[in-house]
């Protein structure tokens, strides 16, 4: 990492041109952990367009590999082959396509651990999806695809300690929200520069489901790289296009190639703001029933994603997305669908007493049983949960009125005035989080960090069981939120310079809600997150301007929390600096 | 300060109390250092005159502490030793989280199912009574004392409670007699005990000493504060943390530090209750036909020990009853069977466990019983501080571990540092080191 410490104010940067980064040598299927991926042309034109497509292998394997949901003996791998030309992401053509997949202890392939061969075809876009069993545990392994002669780019991946080691620490990288068209995945190539994590957490929002032009960069909306299809993703056929050109962007690939992910879904990878039966960006009169659309979004993200839906690799067989992965004894993170089991968000959150309404769920009654029983001390130390929408109270009732509708915009309020809270979060669902903090309390539960994503902005929060007495009183765990990859904040929609604007903002926020403890609206970048057994650290790092193809990466904040507290301390230097 | 001989005479009701030691059985008492006041069994006499081995182990327990006290600000030597030694972040009191049968477990090194001790209050069917778990014969296992005073080893008890000073009784080569006793409270305050700690390894050098701090427990206990200011409590943890630091300097400036594995932790934590938040189970259980007349409540603040004392062949549908009935009072987190697998405790801890909700409290048999805002006992008070420190070079330095670690693993950290062997069926704990 290059990045120094340095104030939030003036933040040190450091200018990395676009192709430095990306060495050749995975793509060749001999680069081990280098990265190998081809310039900007890739990800800016449609899938297998550009500089990756010049090699045989990358023709065939254009949407690069990835891994995820690492297991102590096992992880998931995952690939596409475009076999025809015909064979296009969302077509439904193309032939039956044989694959073979290799795991090796070394880059070079000599020692292969494991091997087999999958069939894939048109039914399911082509995708391939296996779950590598029989690997040791806290081992790095290096995976890659062959079709005919065709050979993949060489993916490496580690799995997770066997759940009584003790690993002395657990780095993950923590990314959410990235809108290609808002302007360049540089967040992600920052990550992929690191060398020093253990896998990647993305939170949500991993896709845009909007039409080109519809949400862009900045207050303009303007389209630093068109959405394909070009209309908003309906059909089946839309999310595996949609897919695949996200597959294709450069860094996405670069970090999908390096460190396995660890993923959950937001809103946008079916429509803005879903719930069970319906969603604010869903038109069933025009679009169809909202069911089979997200069945849709479901199943192109089960095609597309290294992941486990209930509990497999496999297609088909169940959509279930919350689920544990366990790190030793030093941590388990448990992932949550705060999207699938939900009641419709209430219309006027300042009226409607419905947002405690203890009939009203965020998390479905089965999902809040697995939570609880997750949230138990004698599974693992740190009681991670991957919660894609904010779960501390907030209350934005202190804002001057002009600053209600940018707010709004950046945290995903709904209509402007005078709006206490944001009710698609859990402040929407009051209840649920009070079941939740009054478990973890009567049992003593020590250790919860709730890692989220979904609102475009930086936050450290404390989490008081009593708001209206707090910093008297105890606080459950602590919640760390990651900023956008590119989506836009508060900053984008002021349109105001970096760090002008939005401090008023933040410190009104503060002043009123003295368990958030850090706040920044106004940068786009990625965090890393590091687990001890003393204490669980994030820090924040920034990018500069999305729409710049070149990346610049700055340190602004990191906080801890020492195990046993539920309270957050401001640390002066990032992990690994 | 220190008791004189002619105070510990046999027959005084506050140190008394302990049939133990009002029996009179083969104590000798001695004056130590600063007037102090010891006594020691005739029997360790020929560990006396045959000392082994240069090793120390002091065993600390900070009586009630929470674990994120030690980073409060407020204990500055407790946090110095937590983190320049081994921490356990993930360490556990183990149920039911009340003073007696954690200290039982970290002597023991086994669960209560086998100790015979598994709350601080049980029903005696023989008594016919509740009563406090204080008799040295209550333990019905060695403890890792015995098995180091015949290994040759000297061991001291300096417990600041009088309760705590009954069960262990005799066992210690050398103890300390709480005194000055805080009215109420049954504790001496911990300027004392730790003046008894410090007379008691200048005087007598014991390789195992097991020291009980009681004031942050005790002033816990009784803070009206204790949901918001913690006033009471606060000042506890300040002067607690100074009486560590003397102990703490002793052992330094004697040279002892460099050989010494020191063992600091809680027996349980703390938790505070509204004036409001009672839970009174008698006159539920009373209330029903089943149940009537046929069942006890023993009261350990946050958990309610329920006894069937009816026909033997009504105790099956009497325990589903007790449990269907317990839980749905307000404030009941659980009722759970006694002989649930996960809980090991003995027919001493009779048929029901009753746990009450964070913030809450039992109040038995009715709703004056248990006036006291901070209790334990509950879930909720299960984490405690538990680090290794001391300068031996088996201790680690400045190094956390996500084991899960308990009460009873002290005594298998002892035996193992000091080179004696387990018990008969071995320990429940184990070894840290």
């Given at each position: 990492m290059t990045c120094d410490q340095t104030s939030p104010e003036q933040p040190r940067t450091s200018p990395l041109p676009r192709r430095s980064v990306l060495a050749g040598g995975l793509a060749t299927g001999a680069g081990g952990a280098a990265l190998a991926l081809a310039g900007p042309a890739a990800a800016a034109?449609?899938?297998?367009?550009?500089?990756?497509?010049?090699k045989p292998g990358n023709r065939v394997f254009r949407h690069g590999v990835a891994s995820g949901d690492p297991l102590p003996g096992a992880v998931v791998l995952w690939t596409r082959v475009t076999p025809t030309p015909a064979s296009r992401p969302g077509s439904g053509r193309g032939p039956k396509a044989e694959v073979t997949w290799e795991v090796a202890t070394d880059r070079r392939f000599r020692r292969v651990v494991r091997r087999g061969k999958v069939s894939t075809g048109p039914w399911r876009d082509h995708t391939v999806k296996v779950d590598a069993t029989g690997l040791d545990p806290e081992t790095w392994y290096y995976y890659r695809f062959r079709h005919g002669r065709a050979l993949s780019p060489v993916g490496r991946t580690r799995t997770a300690p066997a759940p009584n080691a003790l690993p002395e620490n657990l780095r993950f990288g923590v990314t959410s929200c990235a809108n290609l068209q808002a302007g360049w995945f540089t967040a992600y190539r920052g990550l992929a520069q690191r060398d020093d994590l253990h896998a990647v957490l993305h939170l949500g929002d991993y896709l845009y489901e909007y039409p080109s032009g519809g949400y862009g960069y900045g207050s303009a909306d303007q389209v630093i790289r068109p959405h394909e299809p070009e209309h908003e993703i309906v059909t089946l056929a839309d999310y595996r296009q949609r897919h695949a050109q996200y597959k294709s962007d450069p860094d996405l690939q670069a970090l999908h190639a390096k460190y396995p992910f660890i993923v959950v879904w937001d809103d946008?990878?079916?429509?803005?703001?879903?719930?069970r039966d319906g969603a604010e960006n869903h038109q069933p009169e025009a679009e169809g029933e909202w069911a089979a659309r997200r069945n849709v979004a479901h199943r192109a993200y089960d095609e597309w994603m290294p992941v486990r839906l209930s509990g497999t690799a496999k297609l088909g067989d169940g959509t279930a997305l919350f689920r544990r992965l366990r790190f030793g004894q030093l941590a388990e993170l448990s992932l949550l669908d705060l999207r699938t089991y939900r009641d419709q968000q209430v219309a006027v959150p300042l009226l409607d007493p419905a947002v405690s309404d203890p009939d009203r769920t965020i998390t479905g009654r089965r999902q809040m049983k697995w939570l609880k029983d997750s949230l138990d001390n004698r599974r693992a130390q740190w009681k991670l949960v991957g919660n894609p929408v904010m779960i501390a109270p907030v209350t934005f009732?202190?804002?001057?009125k002009d600053l209600i509708r940018p707010v709004n915009d950046t945290v995903g309020l709904l209509p402007a005035d005078g709006l206490p809270y944001n009710v698609d979060q859990w402040d929407g669902y009051t209840d649920d989080r009070r079941e939740l903090f009054e478990h973890i309390r009567d049992r003593g539960v020590q250790d919860a960090v709730f890692l989220t994503g979904d609102i475009h902005s930086g936050w450290a929060c404390e989490l008081p069981y009593d708001n209206a007495t707090y910093p008297i009183g105890d606080s459950a765990g602590v919640e760390l939120v990651c900023t956008s990859v590119t989506s836009n904040n508060l900053k984008d929609i002021l349109s105001a310079p970096p760090r002008t604007a939005s401090l008023a903002v933040e410190a009104i926020i503060q002043a009123n809600n003295r368990h958030v403890r850090y706040l920044n609206f106004d940068d786009h970048g990625f965090s890393v997150l590091d687990l001890t057994a003393q204490r669980a650290q994030m820090d924040w790092f920034v990018i500069g301007d999305r729409k710049s193809p070149d990346l610049t990466v700055s340190h602004t904040a990191s906080w801890a929390t020492a195990t046993g507290t539920g309270k957050l301390t401001r640390v002066q230097d990032p992990v690994g600096a | 300060m220190g008791r004189h001989h002619d105070a510990t005479v046999a027959g005084d009701p506050r140190v008394g109390g302990l049939d133990a030691v009002r029996t009179g059985r083969r104590t000798l008492l001695r004056a130590g250092a600063g007037g102090l006041v010891f006594s020691a069994a005739v029997a360790a006499a020929p560990a006396i005159a045959a000392p082994r081995g240069r090793r120390r182990v002091y065993v600390l327990v900070v009586d009630g502490c929470r674990p994120d006290e030690i980073d409060s600000g407020l204990t500055p030597t407790l946090k110095e030793l937590r983190d320049g030694g081994l921490h356990f972040p993930r360490a556990r009191s183990l149920p039911v989280m009340e003073t007696i049968p954690n200290h039982v477990m970290m002597m023991t090194g086994v669960r209560p199912d086998r100790s015979g001790v598994p709350a601080n209050s049980v029903y005696d069917a023989e008594l016919g009574e509740v009563r406090y778990l204080d008799q040295e014969s209550d333990v019905r296992v060695g403890t890792v004392i015995e098995r180091l005073n015949r290994a040759g080893y000297r061991t001291g008890t300096v417990l600041s409670k009088e309760y705590l000073y009954g069960v262990f009784g005799e066992r210690a080569t050398h103890r300390w007699e709480p005194a000055p006793i805080v009215p109420i409270s049954g504790h001496a305050p911990d300027v004392f005990t730790t003046e008894a700690a410090l007379a008691m390894v200048e005087e007598f050098d014991p390789h195992l000493v097991f020291v009980n701090l009681g004031d942050i427990d005790r002033l816990g206990h009784m803070d009206l504060t204790g949901q918001s200011l913690q006033l009471a409590r606060r000042a506890a943890l300040i002067s607690t943390d100074l009486q560590v630091q003397r102990f703490v300097t002793m052992l330094r400036d004697t040279g002892r530090w460099e050989r010494s594995l020191v063992v600091v932790l809680a027996d349980h934590s703390m938790d505070w209750s509204r004036p409001d938040r009672l839970i009174t189970l008698t006159p539920v259980l009373e209330a029903d036909p089943l149940l009537a007349g046929n069942t006890v409540i023993a009261d350990n603040g946050g958990a309610d020990l329920v006894y069937w004392t009816g026909p033997e062949a009504q105790r099956s549908a009497a325990v589903a009853r007790i449990r269907e009935l317990a839980s749905a009072v307000d404030g009941v987190l659980a009722a759970h069977p006694r002989t649930k697998p996960r809980l090991r405790l003995g027919p001493e801890a009779g048929d029901v466990v009753v746990y009450c909700k964070a913030g809450w409290r039992f109040s038995d048999p009715d709703v004056f019983a248990n006036p006291i805002p901070g209790n334990h006992g509950h879930p909720a008070t299960e984490r405690i501080p538990f680090f290794l420190a001391g300068g031996h070079p088996a201790v680690p330095k400045g190094v956390a571990s996500s084991r899960r670690v308990a009460t009873v693993d002290v005594a298998p950290t002892v035996a193992s540092f000091l080179g004696v062997g387990a018990p008969r069926g071995g320990y429940d704990g184990r070894a840290l080191l």
């Open positions: 034109g449609p899938a297998g367009t550009g500089d990756a497509a010049a946008h990878e079916s429509t803005n703001d879903a719930w009732a202190a804002l001057p | -």
